[in-house]
């Protein structure tokens, strides 16, 4: 009995480590797409470039870990202004599905890119805490684990405190709900694209630092991750920033409890199953509104 | 026909009016599309052109059939699914599965191959019903996964991540080689072609013309939107399906991480870059997002030599495309005629005023 709770309680931290790198990647969606109206199908595709870049600078110049993540995050930030400034701003007026494309152009970008600035040769990225284990009678969980959760945690609830109580937040939050008032109103929209396509960066960047160290990094490092994050958004509903969050850290859940209780095999299909159903009772999502239609 | 009432009929004037026949009879300007596709692998037998390139060309061709499936979904209807790789997916392994595990005939497999994702498709045009626009999108993209996943794990069937091998078909007792199969992949595109023709210039074009325009006013109009939802839907992929038949009939190999959301993508890029509403469009949009790259980046003298950059100036050439051609290349004839034709009256304008 001691046993089967130490399975669960081991399964919980899993989820929730799963469900802080699909909370940070559907954040950077969700910002990207309620400011700039675009469904940021490059978030996993930007977040691998900007990941080895990070394993590049630690495994060819030796530099720390901590570094090459600063230089990381300095990286995704560049790519999220030149994305913003030389695209996005110039696509304003064109419709969904076009944006959409513009996006899939970025993967290929990146994904063209990436080998030839780093190579062809799969890299490793070591975790940040290499060794260590919390315990609690007989569950053990990695330093590791422990700070991936925390910075999960950490870093949505200080992204909601300053959409919610700071300046800039409301500036998001305005530019969210109609961007040409916005505009008329003096809120530098521009600015504020600009700054979410660097947010969404950084955010791809972590969770994809955060999912590196148990599997090597590759072109392909972020394919689950992005996929995942797309369900988190529609499961939790676009129409607000935390919506997401919460879908992220509910599939999370959800995965590893199915694949551990239910089939290893079966586990994932079952879960899409399951959105797919809680869709069509939800078509909004959790959180999400119904949006009334005009003829 | 036209010599009856030519009293000297010169081969050039009977060279001419042919012409001018193709050109006026839709069917006829299909088929010698067609004729102009199905000469290509003469050209390698030439000498003219690398083998390889019959590959990247077969591979347009069952791309293009994809996209008109899409087209069909997205530029008639209004509707749009990100579920496309996963039913060319499943097409590809019952197509294999039918003709390798159980030795059953090419048309069977065929069959098969668009039948079931057939199903699956109508399943899909329920649910739109409730789900709408990027909802959809990703519920599409979710039935998608499922397959994916499906692919991967269920390694007695499907070999797992290995893939799965196939063989080119055998038609009518003979078995046809790689050049027999481009041949029929051309057959197959000129047929598909020839019946999206035929669908969206009927009855049920129309009524999907208008349930994009307006879905309200469409049911006032007494269209079933139920019908014309489940129908294209049905239809994308069943073209989805039998693509992917098609594909594993050429390539000989089907694996999992071929049908994954990127190719879903690359199948919308081909419809949005060719032009909405656009047969010939759809093939050039399908030409761009599959061929250029191999065919003509790579050949040129300095982007073709560093690996990886032919793919990122494809990426550059469809964000260039999507921003200065919001329309799609189907739609560059009627801004020349456009410009053409402001020019024109400038002139008449400029001729006036001097003349007055």
């Keep these: 009995m001691g046993n089967e709770l130490a399975t669960i309680l081991q399964l919980f931290v899993r989820s ?102 780093f190579g062809v040769d799969p890299l490793q990225l070591p975790r940040f805490i290499t060794s260590g284990d919390l315990t609690f009678g007989s569950v053990a969980i990695s330093y590791n684990s422990l700070l991936n959760i925390c910075t999960g945690i950490v870093i949505t609830i200080v992204l909601f405190y300053v ?133 | 026909m036209n010599g009856l009432n030519n009293k000297s009929p010169s081969l050039l004037k009977e060279g001419g009016a042919l012409a001018l026949s193709v050109y006026k009879n839709t069917y006829l300007r299909f088929i010698a599309f067609g004729a102009v596709l199905a000469l290509l692998p003469v050209l390698q037998s030439a000498g003219l052109m690398k083998a390889s390139t019959l590959s990247y060309l077969g591979n347009v061709l069952i791309y293009a059939v994809v996209a008109l499936g899409l087209n069909l979904l997205l530029g008639y209807s209004g509707l749009i699914s990100l579920g496309t790789a996963g039913f060319m997916g499943f097409g590809s392994y019952l197509a294999a599965i039918f003709t390798e595990n159980l030795q059953l005939s090419f048309w069977v497999a065929l069959l098969v191959a668009v039948a079931v994702p057939t199903l699956f498709g109508v399943a899909i045009g329920f649910v739109s019903l409730r789900i709408e626009g990027i909802y959809l999108a990703i519920a599409t993209l979710c039935v998608s996964e499922i397959l994916l996943k499906t692919f991967e794990q269920v390694e007695e069937i499907t070999g797992g991540m290995q893939g799965k091998k196939a063989n080119y078909p055998v038609i009518f007792g003979s078995k046809l080689d790689r050049s027999g199969t481009y041949l029929l992949l051309v057959i197959a595109l000129i047929l598909t072609m020839m019946l999206t023709y035929n669908l969206v210039n009927g009855q049920m074009g129309r009524a999907m013309h208008a349930m994009r325009g307006s879905e309200v006013a469409a049911q006032a109009m007494g269209v079933n939107l139920l019908k014309y939802r489940l129908i294209s839907f049905a239809l994308a992929t069943a073209y989805a399906g039998f693509a992917g038949a098609l594909y594993v009939f050429f390539i000989k190999y089907t694996y999992p991480t071929v049908w994954n959301i990127n190719l879903s993508l690359y199948v919308l890029a081909a419809v949005v870059i060719g032009g909405m509403r656009s047969i010939y469009g759809t093939v050039v949009g399908a030409f761009l997002v599959w061929a250029v790259p191999d065919l003509v980046l790579k050949n040129l003298p300095v982007i073709g030599k560093i690996n990886g950059l032919p793919y990122i100036f494809n990426g550059v050439l469809i964000i260039l495309v999507i921003m200065f051609f919001p329309e799609g290349l189907a739609g560059i004839p009627t801004r020349i005629k456009l410009f053409i034709k402001r020019i024109k009256e400038k002139n008449a304008a400029k001729g006036g005023a001097q003349s007055a």
């Design chain 1, 163 to 295: 959409l919610q109580k700071t300046k800039m937040g409301l500036a998001v939050r305005t530019t969210a709900s109609n961007e040409s008032t916005a505009r008329l109103m003096g809120v530098p929209t521009r600015t504020v694209t600009m700054v979410a396509w660097a947010l969404a960066g950084v955010l791809g960047l972590l969770s994809g630092v955060m999912i590196a160290p148990t599997t090597t990094v590759t072109t392909t490092l972020m394919n689950a991750v992005q996929v995942n994050a797309l369900f988190a958004c529609v499961l939790g509903g676009f129409q607000t920033f935390y919506g997401p969050v919460l879908g992220a850290y509910i599939m999370g859940v959800a995965n590893n409890f199915l694949r551990y209780y239910v089939s290893s095999v079966w586990g994932e299909q079952i879960l899409y199953l399951l959105i797919l159903i809680f869709l069509i009772i939800r078509p909004n999502g959790l959180i999400g509104k119904k949006l009334v239609k005009k003829v």
């Design chain 1, 16 to 117: 929730l480590e799963t469900g802080s790198v699909y909370a940070l990647a559907a954040l950077g969606i969700v910002i990207v797409f309620r400011t700039s109206f675009i469904m940021h199908f490059a978030q996993g595709s930007m977040g691998m470039f900007s990941t080895f870049a990070v394993t590049y600078l630690l495994t060819s110049y030796s530099l720390p870990l901590w570094a090459s993540t600063l230089a990381g995050i300095g990286v995704a930030i560049a790519f999220g202004f030149l994305v913003d400034f030389f695209i996005v701003r110039r696509i304003k007026n064109a419709s969904h599905v076009a944006k959409e494309i513009i996006t899939l152009g970025l993967i290929m970008i990146f994904l063209g890119f990436a080998p030839m600035v």
